[in-house]
C-alpha cells in the first residue's frame, strides 16, 4: 500500500507539473499573440498618420521643392533667352510709359497697363534665375534722357551681354534681338501725341511682340529648363493674343 501511495502521489505530482507547464506555455503564447497584432496596427496606424499630412503639405513636386526649376540645371539657350528676354521686356516698358501721357485711346492706355503689368514680374522672374544660375545680368537698356525726349537705348543689340566674341554670358557673339525699335523709332514715339501716338504705338508694339515671339520659339525650339520653357510658352500665347487685338484697334483708328 506504501509503495502505490507514493507512485501515486509520484504519478499525481508530475501530471500537476505537467499541467502547470502547459497553461504556462499557453498563457505566453497567449499573451504574444494579443500583443504582437496590437503593436503591428499601432505602427501601421502611425505610418499612415504621419505619412498623408506630409503629402497633402507638399502638395506635387514642384510645390515640395524649396526652389522653382529655374536654379537647376540649364543651358546655353535657357542663358541667353532669359538675358535678352529681361533687355527686350526693359524696351516694352520704356514704350508703355510714354502712353498715360501721350495716348488719346482709352484702349491704347488699357493695353499699355497692362503689357507692362505682365512684364515687370516676368523681367524679376528671369532676374531671379540669372541669379540662381550664377549668370551675367544684362546691363541697362537706357542712357541719359535728353531734354523733352527719351533716353537713347541700344535696341537693336544686346547690351549687358558681353563683346563680341565673348559667349560666357551665354549670348551668342554680335546676336541681336528681333523686334527692337532704333532710337529714331523711340525719339519718334516720345514725339508723338494723340492719334499719331496710338498709332505709333500699335504699329511699333506689334513689331516688338513679333521679335518677342520669335526669341521664345527659340528657347521652345532648344532650351532645357522646364520653368523657362513654360515662360517662353507663356508669352508666345498672350502676346500673339496681344498683336491679334493691336491690329483690331488699329483699324478703329
Same mark, same amino acid.
Given at each position: 500500500?506504501?509503495?502505490?501511495?507514493?507512485?501515486?502521489?509520484?504519478?499525481?505530482?508530475?501530471?500537476?507539473?505537467?499541467?502547470?507547464?502547459?497553461?504556462?506555455?499557453?498563457?505566453?503564447?497567449?499573451?504574444?499573440?494579443?500583443?504582437?497584432?496590437?503593436?503591428?496596427?499601432?505602427?501601421?496606424? *502611425?505610418?499612415? $498618420?504621419?505619412? @498623408?499630412?506630409?503629402? #497633402?503639405? /507638399?502638395?506635387?513636386?514642384? +510645390? &515640395?521643392? %524649396?526652389?522653382?526649376?529655374?536654379?537647376?540645371?540649364h543651358?546655353?539657350?535657357?542663358?541667353?533667352?532669359?538675358?535678352?528676354?529681361?533687355v527686350?521686356?526693359?524696351?516694352?516698358?520704356?514704350?508703355?510709359?510714354?502712353?498715360?501721357?501721350?495716348?488719346?485711346?482709352?484702349?491704347?492706355?488699357?493695353?499699355?497697363?497692362?503689357?507692362?503689368?505682365?512684364?515687370?514680374?516676368?523681367?524679376?522672374?528671369?532676374?531671379?534665375?540669372?541669379?540662381?544660375?550664377?549668370?551675367?545680368?544684362?546691363?541697362?537698356?537706357?542712357s541719359?534722357?535728353?531734354?523733352?525726349?527719351?533716353?537713347?537705348?541700344?535696341?537693336?543689340? *544686346?547690351?549687358? $551681354?558681353?563683346? @563680341?566674341?565673348?559667349? #560666357?554670358? /551665354?549670348?551668342?557673339?554680335? +546676336? &541681336?534681338? %528681333?523686334?527692337m525699335m532704333?532710337?529714331?523709332?523711340?525719339?519718334?514715339?516720345?514725339?508723338?501725341?494723340?492719334?499719331?501716338?496710338?498709332?505709333?504705338?500699335?504699329?511699333?508694339?506689334?513689331?516688338?511682340?513679333?521679335?518677342?515671339?520669335?526669341?521664345?520659339?527659340?528657347?521652345i525650339?532648344?532650351?532645357?529648363?522646364?520653368d523657362?520653357?513654360?515662360?517662353?510658352?507663356?508669352?508666345?500665347?498672350?502676346?500673339?493674343?496681344?498683336?491679334?487685338?493691336?491690329?483690331q484697334?488699329?483699324?478703329?483708328?
Open positions: 500500500m506504501n509503495t502505490f501511495a507514493r507512485s501515486g502521489a509520484a504519478a499525481l505530482t508530475a501530471a500537476l507539473a505537467f499541467t502547470l507547464a502547459a497553461c504556462g506555455g499557453a498563457t505566453t503564447t497567449a499573451t504574444n499573440t494579443t500583443t504582437a497584432p496590437s503593436t503591428t496596427s499601432a505602427g501601421a496606424d *502611425t505610418s499612415t $498618420m504621419m505619412s @498623408e499630412p506630409m503629402k #497633402s503639405a /507638399g502638395g506635387s513636386t514642384k +510645390m &515640395s521643392s %524649396p526652389a522653382s526649376e529655374a536654379s537647376g540645371e543651358n546655353a539657350a535657357d542663358l541667353t533667352f532669359a538675358q535678352m528676354m529681361i527686350h521686356h526693359q524696351g516694352a516698358i520704356e514704350m508703355t510709359d510714354l502712353a498715360p501721357n501721350r495716348a488719346e485711346s482709352t484702349q491704347v492706355k488699357d493695353l499699355a497697363a497692362r503689357i507692362q503689368a505682365a512684364q515687370g514680374p516676368e523681367i524679376e522672374q528671369m532676374q531671379t534665375w540669372l541669379t540662381a544660375w550664377g549668370a551675367a545680368m544684362p546691363g541697362s537698356t537706357a541719359t534722357t535728353t531734354e523733352g525726349g527719351m533716353g537713347g537705348m541700344d535696341h537693336g543689340g *544686346t547690351p549687358g $551681354m558681353g563683346n @563680341e566674341g565673348d559667349t #560666357s554670358s /551665354g549670348a551668342a557673339p554680335g +546676336m &541681336s534681338m %528681333p523686334g532704333s532710337d529714331a523709332q523711340m525719339q519718334q514715339l516720345a514725339d508723338a501725341s494723340g492719334a499719331e501716338f496710338d498709332r505709333l504705338f500699335l504699329e511699333m508694339m506689334i513689331m516688338h511682340h513679333r521679335g518677342a515671339i520669335e526669341m521664345a520659339d527659340t528657347e525650339a532648344a532650351g532645357s529648363n522646364p523657362a520653357l513654360a515662360l517662353a510658352e507663356s508669352i508666345k500665347t498672350s502676346q500673339t493674343a496681344e498683336i491679334a487685338e493691336m491690329q484697334l488699329l483699324e478703329t483708328l
